[in-house]
């Protein structure tokens, strides 16, 4: 069978299952990342499973999210997992190396692997040619200790790529334009596969913007080929010993295609509140700015900062806006010192920040009230900044710093002529704060009092019964289920006091109703729980006593989630039914097996609907036995 690049690492992979669309297989990682925020949970599932080394080829654990300080609870976090890092055989990146995403493309990103992040921009190494997701720290752990990864096999879009980017049009664009097309649903269980002499023309931190924004469609992954550009970055890293060549077979059959011409690309941007909400920069043109951002694991590469660095040159930035920078590494960041690239960035007035997320996930430098920031990143839902009522674009760095300079959101075709910028052949590179596990060391594992032991809980009874906590509409985040921002971030290894800011911006009694009813139901419009990977999502609601939710549809990481905490994800089998039932209505099910098909009454209004149920026979033991943690302990036992 002619393969295309996805199904070739999919295939070296494969544990169990048919590579056909919607089957269920089961994909050996060779490599784990985690970040701080999602971390702390995942090593407390892992030394939960009691596995006394990790079973990776290579696990990976970061420290770029709660970077602030304001009290000991962070602090606390980073400690911890450092001393896991060094218990359980895992690389230790010390907070202020960098972006996870930007330093694993940098430094261990390899060809024909496959990677599994708590984060959902994992996919950002399908830059490099690998099969690259995003999972919940549960999933992440299972993995550290040896189990292959279960997903459903997606279908294979290809996007081929022809003609070249113009001046001032860059990668963001593109993967911009995918969008506007795609919507933020368009992808889920679907692999964007990029091929195509156009695919060529692009280096590979440009492939990671792209990849990595390509989570924005709901996409399980994206992958590029591993070509001479693969091989030039992997040489100028010092590892080119890493490199091997990927690419599809010549007729290899994609599900779908889409055929894009890079030059009648230009430059776009993304308005509030929607990564898919996207326009030409030219119809907005003039909108007065009050803030700039650049960086976030999108667009913070030594690439994106040299033609910020190139095009900020003997300019100002305009006196009503401020301008951040935050490089996605420190490897980055060196580089950019190295060749005198930084001296315009801070000569043009430009605040820069630590190599982090910050902004990005309302860590610092919340916008003005109804403030309009531009920003280089990836997520612009409400809120998501820090400000309820700040208006979020999302934009490439050429239009980011056209905004800075001139105040306004501007074309950034109108800065004059697009510099050159030349990448270096071999990159200053120091691992200095990488700590690499040695195989004797034990490491200790300090807990600070904010990290709480994980709740447990109990298998799903027969019957469920509860009230309709709460109803909300179509694309409802992750970030509207449980916010980001530092004050909240800061709880993440606390379950029981992070579950009282569930749903608090769409409505704060949220948390108090549910566990006075003893929990209940949550319904939802399409593309529920769409964004990031944070279990906390699911398990906060689960620890508030919410025993299902019934939505149009679910995006893909949440709904894993859902079932690795014992949460029933149900489908409205006819979408209709969701006007039909209200908030406050008092729902009821029974069931003797979890069938695919299962009834709801609606003891308030008298109805029965039916609802689908999509699980595998894994995932409904899982569901069944309370979660997945409870069933790897039940399997031990
Ligand atoms: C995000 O961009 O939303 C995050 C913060 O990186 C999350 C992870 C988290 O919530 O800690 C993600 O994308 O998975
Ligand atoms: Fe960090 Fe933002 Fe990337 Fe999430 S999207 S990993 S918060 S930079």
């Given at each position: 069978m002619k393969k295309t690049i996805a199904e070739k690492v999919i295939a070296k992979h494969l544990s169990q299952g048919k590579m056909e669309p919607g089957e269920e297989i089961a994909l050996k990682i060779d490599h784990t990342l985690t970040q701080d925020s999602t971390g702390t949970l995942a090593y407390l599932e892992f030394e939960a499973m009691g596995i006394p080394k990790v079973k990776t080829e290579l696990s990976l654990s970061f420290v770029d999210h709660n970077m602030l300080q304001n009290d000991f609870r962070n602090a606390d976090d980073h400690r911890y997992l450092q001393g896991v890092a060094a218990k359980y055989g895992i690389v230790f990146s010390r907070p202020g190396n960098g972006i996870c995403h930007q330093l694993y493309l940098e430094r261990f990103a390899k060809p024909n692997a496959t990677l599994l992040g708590s984060d959902s921009h994992t996919p950002t190494a399908g830059g490099m040619g690998m099969i690259a997701i995003g999972a919940g720290g549960l999933d992440v752990a299972a993995a550290m200790a040896g189990e292959p990864f279960y997903l459903e096999m997606p279908s294979i879009t290809g996007i081929k790529l022809t003609g070249k980017l113009s001046p001032f049009v860059s990668a963001k664009d593109l993967i911009l334009q995918i969008l506007k097309q795609l919507t933020v649903k368009g992808g889920v269980n679907k692999i964007l596969e990029y091929y195509g002499p156009g695919a060529k023309t692009l280096s590979v931190p440009e492939r990671g913007t792209i990849t990595n924004m390509g989570t924005e469609t709901g996409a399980t992954t994206s992958i590029f080929p591993s070509d001479e550009t693969t091989r030039a970055f992997l040489r100028g890293q010092g590892r080119e010993n890493q490199w091997t060549e990927l690419k599809a077979d010549d007729g290899a059959k994609y599900a779908e295609t889409l055929d894009i011409d890079l030059a009648k690309v230009e430059p776009l941007i993304a308005l509030p509140?929607?990564?898919?909400?996207v326009k030409a920069v030219s119809e907005l043109e003039g909108t007065p700015v009050d803030q700039v951002c650049i960086g976030s694991c999108t667009n913070s590469s030594l690439r994106d900062l040299k033609i910020v660095s190139a095009l900020l040159k003997g300019k100002k930035i305009s006196e009503n806006t401020s301008l951040t920078v935050s490089a996605g590494s420190r490897q980055a960041m060196q580089n950019l010192a190295a060749t005198g690239e930084l001296e315009p960035l801070i000569e043009s007035g430009a605040r820069i920040l630590e190599n982090a997320c910050g902004p990005c996930i309302g860590i610092g430098q919340a916008p003005t009230s109804e403030g309009v920031s531009l920003r280089t990143f990836n997520r612009n839902f409400k809120?998501?900044?820090?400000?309820?009522d700040a208006k979020v674009y999302l934009v490439s760095p050429e239009t980011a710093v056209a905004a800075a300079i001139t105040g306004k959101i501007t074309d950034p075709r109108k800065l004059g002529k697009y510099p050159e910028i030349a990448m270096p052949e071999r990159f200053v590179l120091s691992d200095a704060m990488f700590i690499y596990p040695s195989l004797k060391a034990t490491g200790k594992v300090v807990m600070g009092p904010n990290i709480k032991p994980l709740p447990t809980f109990q298998p799903l009874p027969n019957k469920l019964t509860g009230e309709v906590l709460l109803k909300v509409g179509d694309n409802i985040s992750t970030d509207d289920i449980l916010p980001g921002g530092s004050e909240i971030m800061s709880l993440r290894s606390n379950i029981p006091e992070i579950s009282k800011y569930t749903f608090i911006h769409i409505d704060k009694t949220f948390a108090n109703r549910a566990l006075e009813r003893g929990g209940g139901f949550i319904v939802g419009g399409e593309n529920y729980g769409q964004g990031s990977s944070r279990e906390h999502a699911a398990l906060a609601p689960k620890y508030l006593g919410v025993k299902a939710v019934i939505t149009k549809s679910f995006a893909r990481i949440h709904m894993a989630n859902l079932v690795n905490f014992g949460i029933l994800p149900l489908a409205f089998t006819d979408k209709h039914d969701y006007l039909g039932i209200a908030q406050a209505d008092v729902l009821d099910m029974e069931f003797t097996e979890l069938k695919e098909q299962l009834c709801v009454k609606n003891l308030t209004k008298g109805t029965t609907i039916e609802v689908t149920l999509c699980l595998s026979d894994l995932e409904k033991s899982m569901v069944k036995a309370g979660g997945k943690l409870a069933a790897i302990k039940a399997k031990q036992k």
């Open positions: 509140h929607s990564p898919d909400n809120g998501r900044s820090g400000t309820q």
